[in-house]
């Protein structure tokens, strides 16, 4: 009697589950209708436009915001991977109508949105991220002396960059020898509330890289310093026996900065504070990330706090859009610096987009991304680079080396 008594209880628990999963998986229907002004008689880019406007005014009925990426095949508009970025993402769409009046094209499409819980959860789209981890700037070198930390500078951002490659979807080149920053005046929270830093854009093209990762570390400082001061043998056995002790206490403070290599502009920055016992030898000059380094309470602390940093950093990537350059241009042909080692195939379409600098009051070059409003198609696609078309020549367009392609 009790075994019934229990199975009728778990079908009643499954298919309360059952209808949950049910609910949750529901689709929710939204129609809305977008418009795109046809510009150089280019269709493809009209509609690709259109249906974005369309999405966006979809995931305004339903209190969303939303990046998309479109894929034209034969002419056709399908959608792929187009995500709500605060709470759902738009997982099917139809094209009910579509018609032209006065040069503007009006799509009519109607979209099914599921939830989800945030940007971090997915990638934008299935292309490959590409970022370098540079050498992070040591703000009070003084603070290494405790256990020799000399190299942390370079051996901290190669590790994070040994973490974060173990991600899909991200390609990461470890450039700890790279140094982004020579002086304080070169953080990026010193010199603009914005955070733009001119030289990422140098670096990432030096590197090859979408994003740039650097960082500062702040402090590592030990609660007493006093400790490394000489004792007599008593006082050193008694140091040996307190190491759990607060007195031992030892601060790592690290600020994370991730740029666009495109304009500079900072998409990311986060401070990781934590402290733990330093509880290795005093005299031992033992290094950042020696096995010695891992065992203390300290680096236990330190490794707790740069997986945190990898999860957030991997998360802010995954947010952020696909990008490459342009490194050719043929009549209509445009070649890229992105293939299918990132996750292109022939007939994916990414926006175009001018790059123009312009100078502040104080001469300080930034360069600005332009949306032409125009799509390339991809025709070609190798492992390194692609070749795609558009509808008019790339003199007209002004497009030329060093230009980009987005796509969100």
Request: hydrophobic fraction near 40%.
């Amino acid at each position: 009697m009790f075994s019934n008594m229990f199975s009728h209880k778990l079908l009643r628990v499954l298919g309360i589950a059952t209808l949950l999963n049910v609910s949750q998986a529901e689709a929710k229907w939204i129609e809305a209708i977008g418009q795109a002004t046809i510009e150089h008689q280019d269709l493809v880019s009209a509609r690709r436009v259109a249906i974005r406007d369309a999405v966006q005014q979809v995931t305004l009925q339903a209190g969303a915001d939303i990046s998309s990426y479109q894929q034209v095949t034969d002419g056709a508009i399908t959608a792929d991977n187009l995500r709500v970025s605060s709470n759902g993402k738009v997982q099917d769409i139809n094209i009910l109508k579509e018609e032209v009046k006065d040069g503007v094209l009006y799509l009519t499409i109607q979209a099914d949105i599921v939830e989800t819980k945030s940007c971090a959860d997915a990638f934008s789209n299935g292309y490959q991220r590409s970022a370098a981890v540079t050498s992070f700037y040591l703000a009070d070198p003084t603070s290494a002396n405790f256990g020799g930390l000399y190299q942390i500078g370079q051996k901290l951002p190669a590790d994070i960059a040994r973490r974060l490659g173990s991600y899909q979807k991200i390609k990461v080149l470890d450039a700890s020898n790279f140094q982004l920053y020579t002086n304080p005046a070169t953080i990026p929270t010193s010199v603009t509330t914005l955070g733009t830093l001119t030289n990422a854009v140098s670096a990432a093209t030096q590197l090859g890289v979408q994003y740039v990762i650097s960082g500062v570390i702040r402090d590592l400082s030990m609660g007493r310093p006093d400790l490394l001061k000489t004792k007599s043998y008593a006082e050193q056995i008694k140091d040996r026996m307190q190491y759990q002790d607060k007195r031992f206490e030892r601060r790592f403070q690290l600020d994370l900065y991730v740029h666009d290599g495109f304009s500079g502009s900072m998409v990311y920055n986060q401070r990781y504070d934590v402290s733990g016992n330093w509880t290795v030898p005093l005299t031992e000059k033992v290094g950042f990330g020696s096995s010695a380094f891992w065992a203390s309470d300290y680096g236990n602390q330190v490794d707790k706090i740069l997986e945190e940093s990898i999860k957030d950093l991997h998360g802010s990537l995954g947010c952020q859009p696909f990008m490459a350059k342009v490194i050719r241009t043929e009549g209509k042909n445009i070649y890229i610096d992105a293939g299918a080692d990132s996750g292109l195939r022939p007939g994916d379409t990414l926006n175009l987009y001018r790059s123009n600098t312009f100078y502040d009051a104080n001469q300080t070059p930034y360069t600005e991304l332009e949306n032409v409003k125009i799509v390339l198609t991809l025709k070609k696609v190798q492992p390194f680079f692609s070749k795609g078309v558009v509808s008019t020549e790339t003199d007209q367009l002004g497009i030329q080396q060093g230009d980009a392609v987005i796509a969100w």
